[in-house]
T-cell receptor, first 113, second 114 residues
């Protein structure tokens, strides 16, 4: 069975600074990997996904993530955060032959002016 | 654009009541999901449906049941609500069974059981 760890429960970053959110997964083969964002009072929105190929994937809202097989990681980055990026971020992993996603516990991002 | 609509944003019920949470998607998706979201635990899958009248248990099905009589609608039922079912409930849908199809989420129902 797959699992996901997001080591950081809460991150505070200044507006305009860079952001990196960590995600480590456990799975026997190459999984499907996702990052979702949840703004206050809303559901989850897909930021980006990785299935295969180029290990650096671009997403919406200026986010990117890098898959590192050797480290079992899929970290999310943004070069310059905006106040609207304050939200909760979830990493998810899914097997390549079934529907079931496993979600991390989430990282809450606070953006200070 | 995919739209997943959950009928209530906030709901307050009493212990022992039968509670229905409704979810409708407008993209003819095969799959629909119910998750429960709790702080520090992320999202946990309650039930999954891959077709009308078809369902599979997720990780935490105890105390819940589901109904899918039409393709676009997936209902979560709390047969006899208890205080430990106070939570945020999220519905999602996707095209196919394979996890490479992203799941699209509704805005959630925050349920309080008193």
């Amino acid at each position: 069975a797959q699992s996901v760890t997001q080591p950081d429960i809460h991150i505070t970053v200044s507006e305009g600074a860079s952001l990196e959110l960590r995600c480590n997964y456990s799975y026997g083969a190459t999984p499907y990997l996702f990052w979702y964002v949840q703004s206050p009072g809303q559901g989850l929105q897909l930021l980006l996904k990785y299935f295969s190929g180029d290990t650096l994937v671009q997403g919406i809202k200026g986010f990117e993530a890098e898959f590192k097989r050797s480290q079992s990681s899929f970290n999310l980055r943004k070069p310059s955060v905006h106040w609207s990026d304050a939200a909760e971020y979830f990493c998810a992993v899914g097997p390549n032959n079934d529907y079931k996603l496993s979600f991390g516990a989430g990282t809450t991002v606070t953006v200070r002016a | 654009d995919v739209k997943v609509t959950q009928s209530s944003r906030y709901l307050v019920k009493r212990t022992g009541e039968k509670v229905f949470l409704e979810c409708v998607q407008d993209m003819d998706h095969e799959n629909m999901f119910w998750y429960r979201q709790d702080p520090g635990l992320g999202l946990r899958l309650i039930y999954f449906s891959y077709d009308v009248k078809m369902k599979e248990k997720g990780d935490i099905p105890e105390g819940y049941s589901v109904s899918r009589e039409k393709k676009e609608r997936f209902s979560l039922i709390l047969e006899s609500a208890s205080t430990n079912q106070t939570s945020m409930y999220l519905c999602a849908s996707s095209w196919t069974r394979n996890s490479n199809q992203p799941q699209h989420f509704g805005d959630g129902t925050r349920l309080s059981i008193l």
